[in-house]
């Protein structure tokens, strides 16, 4: 069973397009929530964290459904600069003193279109 | 702003030599962590490092892998003998804490992307 799953992708939108990224987790003891947007050939960056009252950072939206184990990213009037491969990434639950490591998404890429 | 910085950003070497993969972590970060990406795939855990010793590692940090903090700022991944399938690229991250916050954000270095021949 895959630890975080994503929409397989590639999603291909116009400029000004709302585009929808989705995702499950397995683990239901997992406790913090991210979405990182990795470019081609580079570093995955943080994009937003993800709290349990769904959160906003300007165009970006995301949300968390504990129950359901799932967790979503809205980006809304898309921009050419926000093409990337999106991952969703969960961060194992804190025990025996581990530091909880970062479990990634394959990721969903993004091609936005003028 | 402060970023991790990872040296060299490619590295070629045949199969079964030694490579040394190094990192310098944001400076007041206390918790370092070495992940992979092999082409076309997800990026995967390999180790996790505090207080100068392995927290945590992954299945994939065999006996093939070592991890070490030589002195107050670089942190390095030594692969013992490269085979073909650790041809990927390495990140290096560092956290400032790791044990209070449960959103703390882990910080990437931009990778060392090894092959080998």
């Known amino acids: 069973r895959k630890e975080v799953e994503q929409d397989p992708g590639p999603f291909n939108v116009p400029e000004g397009a709302t585009v929808a990224f989705n995702c499950t987790y397995s683990n239901s003891a997992s406790q913090s929530f991210f979405w990182y947007r990795q470019d081609c050939r580079k570093e995955p960056k943080l994009l937003m964290s993800?709290?349990?009252s769904g959160n906003e950072d300007g165009r970006f939206t995301a949300q968390l459904n504990r129950a359901s184990q799932y967790i979503s990213l809205l980006i809304r009037d898309s921009k050419l600069s926000d093409s990337a491969t999106y991952l969703c990434?969960?961060?194992?639950?804190?025990?025996?003193?581990?530091?909880?490591?970062?479990?990634f998404g394959k990721g969903t890429k993004l091609s936005v279109k003028p | 702003e402060p970023e991790v910085t990872q040296t060299p950003s490619h590295q070629v070497t045949q199969m079964g030599q030694e490579v040394i993969l190094r990192c310098v972590p944001i400076s007041n970060h206390l918790y370092f962590y070495w992940y992979r990406q092999i082409l076309g795939q997800k990026v995967e855990f390999l180790v996790s490092f505090y207080n100068n010793e392995i927290s945590e590692k992954s299945e994939i940090f065999d006996d093939q892998f070592s991890v070490e903090r030589p002195d107050g700022s670089n942190f390095t991944l030594k692969i013992r003998s490269t085979k073909l399938e650790d041809s990927a690229m390495y990140f290096c991250?560092?956290?400032?804490?790791?044990?209070?916050?449960?959103?703390?954000?882990?910080?990437f270095g931009p990778g060392t992307r090894l092959l080998v021949l």
């Open positions: 991250a560092s956290s400032e804490s790791g044990t209070s916050g449960f959103q703390e954000t882990q910080y």
């Open positions: 990434v969960v961060n194992l639950p804190y025990v025996r003193g581990s530091q909880g490591n970062l479990i």
């Open positions: 993800v709290y349990s």
